[in-house]
């Protein structure tokens, strides 16, 4: 097998709204900054691999109109879109794109401009058919409303059945905020920056539906985020400390839509995410990582919502179920802790959706490189685990990056 | 398979779904618009191959570098190709038939290097044709600011 | 490429204009009938590689409704948002990369759902071409076709071979949507113009249907009954439509000569005994042969006259009746790997070209046949 590893990363500022610019202008921002952090030009890479949730900005196959100011000029061109975990397929896209042989030095390339569409009603076409086809059937609309919340409606039933298994409280959520969104504050590319916040301020937010208040949930940016990807051999000559990605698995598990509003089915409960755990350990595995919870120093865990942070944390096998509560207690966590979590702020205070699983493994690539400035954690980064989340609730993504390659 | 005939007459349900879509259009195209609402084709020009951009484009694609020289276009140009549409794409997604066939034209203006199209109002339309814009006398915005092509002479 | 990557299991469904099934149904036939072909079960797949688009859908992320159907439940499962042979392609890169052994790739679309010519128009430039209201994947073509016509000075009779041609062969594939046996050269002229030249017998028939391809790494494919090896492949994807010479494929030519490279081909037209090309409109076939090198530039209209593209001809295309036969988009693509293996076999009935080795199978995406991916695959 060929080593592959990150020699360059850029991101866009993400902001709510960037009028001055349209979809491609904003892409090449971080395209740009990729380019010139792997002291790269297009023309020394051999490939592209893009993706973005395409039906929230009513452009189809972006890239058709928008590539060429990606520099992709005739060149070769995948585009992976998995909802949720959009960046995080597209990540994996560029390293099997180098892992086969098949292209030597690709770039990575995700987005999404929020201010341009509307991603409630983007992520309401997941379960509109199934809606109407519900009445049709004669179910009381009554019934229905709560699919009405796009993603938040989804999350509150899973961040409830997470709270019940873990004995994780509302006063966690809150901290997992401040957590995020101080971190935020030192990273120039992270959207809602909230230094001094405390546990206080978030639980004073309105409550949107138990028990996830406005302060526990990820805002909706316009930003990209752009990686270029390398051989092993190559990443040496281009930098002294290039991030090796290890391995990647995915996991598809059943869908969790099926009971009213996203509650689950007997079968499939939302807050399990087996397909985590799975992805988690076949992607360990794969790297050669036998012991995660000593092994790894920092973790991406996509948590657009304040209790996935804690949810996944546990699903990516960093410690045992239900005791990510008291590990984020600990202080662990925080940029000076054992096992950093979210260094970047995280999907919670950054979600430019389709780009949001990149910025994980981006993050990880960046902190491993040493190249994270102000929000560089305090311990040498030698392992450190990115993972992305999406789908029906069921399509979970994981990136396992070193230091070193392969043993 | 026995699966399959049990599963017979799938119903269809309609989405009752009319997102709503506002997209930025960027430095570069609102002085392409502001110079249409003018009477102006701006286009943009890379620094470093000379290629000009009708509509303006930020990036070079080729060079992947800012555009930052703006050139005013004439309204004159070249027919690569023409199509006659006898049918148009309808509100449902379908195509329907006009009642007369209507050109539409691939123009290359002088002194662009990517091309516009447009509709071409012409007798006897030729490919290699030399054409001029007709501007909408009423336009609502800088969208419609070019009505059609017809021919200069 | 030498026996790093084989086809060993391949299935369509018959292809509709109005298939009563959903998607997912449509899905889970293919990706069964392919497993039966290969002779895995389910267990067997590591990964699974769909095509499907959200706008053909209806709905975004449009993949996570083929999880159960398509097999991918708790496999490493993902989505390339392009036709099928794209998602082909991806599903190679991960068996190459030796992390996946067996992949189960499949592409499936229901245009009896979906408004037929609403998805193309999305993907115009939205800050311009789709606001000007001109221009949807037909209205773009004509005027590819125009190009390319008055480049080459090649006659509407020469377009419409191919569509005589195709729509024949379509008739000897029992899966195939529009079956015209015996279809003249002045019926398809006959034909209802959509946008000059462009007649809707040289354009795609919107089609319900789906396609599943089954792939494996060198080592198990050894052990299957008829693999197809995968000699070469080649990807490239060219400028927006307005913003490239339309009157030649140049994306098509290079990702060609990537795939040739790997595969061998220094001359195709002899090497090369049967090629699927993914046409969604008929002179895009006369623009592929150019493309492959299977003529000359500008060549495309001579050698449809010559009669080597039939059927009975030395370079048979489109055996299968090809996209103007039928064209479930996403799988389309897919579906000329599935057909071109299908040759190889020598399983393809009807539509048999005696002896074919080595194939060609070629699949699209965007506007103008924008991206371009191409296969080799042969026998041993």
């Keep these: 097998m060929r080593d592959v590893a990150v020699v360059g990363v850029g991101l866009s500022k993400h902001v709510s709204k960037r009028r001055d610019v349209n979809i491609a202008e904003l892409v090449w921002e971080a395209v740009s900054a990729a380019y010139e952090d792997a002291g790269l030009t297009p023309g020394e890479v051999d490939g592209v691999i893009t993706g973005n949730m395409p039906a929230f900005e009513g452009v189809n196959l972006p890239e058709c109109w928008g590539a060429g100011h990606w520099g992709t000029y005739r060149k070769p061109l995948l585009r992976i879109t998995t909802g949720g975990t959009t960046g995080g397929s597209v990540g994996h896209g560029a390293f099997y794109a180098v892992a086969s042989g098949l292209f030597d030095t690709v770039i990575a390339i995700a987005f999404e401009k929020q201010s341009d569409g509307d991603s409630t009603a983007g992520l309401n076409t997941v379960i509109l058919a199934d809606i109407a086809a519900l009445l049709g059937f004669g179910v009381d609309p009554s019934l229905l409303l709560a699919f009405g919340g796009g993603a938040v409606g989804i999350a509150v039933y899973q961040a409830s059945s997470y709270m019940k298994s873990s004995g994780c409280t509302t006063h966690h959520l809150d901290k997992v905020s401040v957590l995020c969104r101080t971190n935020a504050a030192k990273n120039p590319h992270a959207h809602l920056q909230q230094p001094g916040l405390t546990p206080d301020d978030v639980a004073k937010t309105d409550l949107m539906q138990y028990p996830l208040r406005f302060g526990h949930v990820c805002p909706a940016s316009d930003g990209a985020c752009a990686m270029i990807l390398t051989t092993g051999e190559r990443a040496r000559k281009l930098t002294d400390r290039p991030a090796y990605i290890r391995s990647v698995a995915s996991c598809s598990d059943e869908g969790a839509l099926i009971g009213i509003g996203g509650s689950g089915t007997l079968n499939v409960d939302p807050g399990r995410q087996e397909s985590c755990k799975l992805a988690a350990a076949r992607a360990y595995e794969h790297a050669g990582i036998k012991d995660p919870r000593n092994e790894i120093d920092l973790a991406e865990p996509y948590a657009p919502f304040a209790h996935q942070l804690l949810m996944f944390y546990e699903r990516l096998l960093l410690c045992d179920e239900g005791e990510a509560p008291a590990v984020l207690n600990s202080g662990s966590m925080e940029m000076a802790g054992e096992l950093p979590v979210c260094p970047s702020g995280g999907v919670i205070s950054t979600n430019a959706i389709g780009a949001s699983a990149l910025e994980r493994i981006a993050e990880a690539a960046m902190q491993i490189m040493g190249r994270a400035g102000e929000h560089q954690v305090q311990k040498d980064v030698h392992k450190a685990v990115a993972h992305g989340w999406g789908g029906m609730v069921n399509l979970n993504v994981v990136a396992v990056l070193a230091d070193t390659p392969r043993g | ?153 | 490429m030498n026996k790093e990557v084989a086809v060993i299991g391949y299935a369509q469904t018959l292809y509709e204009e109005d298939a009563d099934a959903s998607r997912e149904m449509l899905t889970l036939r293919a990706a069964r009938e392919a497993l039966v072909s290969a002779g895995l079960k389910r267990e067997d797949v590591s990964t699974v590689v769909t095509a499907t688009n959200d706008y053909l859908d209806g709905r975004t992320i449009s993949n996570m409704r083929t999880v159960e159907p398509s097999g991918a439940s708790q496999k490493d499962e993902s989505k390339v948002e392009m036709d099928g042979a794209f998602a082909a392609l991806y599903a190679i890169m991960r068996i190459l990369s030796g992390f996946h052994d067996v992949a189960m790739v499949i592409g499936v679309s229901l245009a009896s759902v979906y408004a037929t010519y609403l998805p193309g128009i999305m993907i115009l430039d939205p800050t311009w071409d789709r606001e000007r209201g001109l221009l949807n994947e037909v209205s773009a073509a004509a005027l590819q076709a125009n190009c390319y016509m008055r480049e080459y000075g090649v006659s509407d009779e020469q377009i419409a071979s191919v569509s005589a041609k195709n729509l024949d062969n379509a008739a000897r594939n029992p899966l195939a949507l529009r079956q015209m046996p015996g279809l003249s050269v002045e019926q398809v002229l006959d034909s209802r113009m959509l946008y000059s030249p462009i007649r809707e017998l040289n354009a795609w028939p919107a089609t319900d249907g789906a396609c599943a391809v089954v792939l494996a790494s060198g080592k198990t494919a050894a052990k299957a009954e008829k693999p197809v090896w995968v000699k070469g492949v080649g990807l490239c994807h060219d400028s927006y439509l307005t913003e490239r010479p339309l009157a030649v494929m140049e994306s098509l030519k290079l990702a060609a000569e990537a795939c040739y490279k790997q595969a061998g081909i220094t001359d195709p037209a002899s090497q090369i005994d049967l090629a699927e090309i993914h046409e969604n409109f008929a002179h895009e076939e006369l623009m592929a042969y150019e493309a492959l090198g299977f003529c000359e530039e500008g060549k495309g209209g001579e050698l449809i006259e010559s009669g080597i593209t039939q059927i009975d001809g030395g370079l048979p295309v489109n055996a299968s009746g090809g996209a103007l036969g039928a064209n479930a988009v996403c799988a389309t693509g897919l579906a000329r790997i599935a057909e071109a293996a299908m040759q190889v076999v020598g399983e393809a009935g009807d539509h048999q070209v005696p002896g074919v080795k080595t194939a060609l199978a070629h699949g699209q995406s965007g506007p103008c046949a924008q991206d371009n991916v191409v296969f080799i695959l042969g026998g041993d």
């Design chain 2, 1 to 153: 398979m026995k699966a399959d005939e049990d599963l017979q007459n799938v119903g269809r349900v309609g989405l009752p779904l009319a997102p709503a879509f506002n997209w930025s259009v960027g430095n570069w195209m609102e002085q392409f618009f502001d110079g249409l609402k003018e009477r102006k084709i701006m286009a943009s020009k890379c620094g470093l191959c000379g290629r000009v951009f009708l509509p303006p484009r930020m990036i070079c694609e080729r060079c992947f570098a800012k555009t930052e020289e703006w050139v005013e276009i004439p309204e004159t140009g070249t027919v690569e190709a023409f199509t006659a549409a006898h049918v148009r794409v309808g509100p449902d997604g379908e195509l329907a038939d006009l009642p007369e066939p209507q050109l539409i034209a691939l123009v290359k203006h002088d002194e662009a290097d990517t091309l516009l199209v447009a509709g071409l109002v012409a007798k006897n339309a030729s490919a290699g044709m030399r054409v001029r814009v007709v501007w909408n006398e009423t336009p609502s915005g800088a969208l419609d600011a070019i009505s059609c092509y017809e021919p200069m002479d």
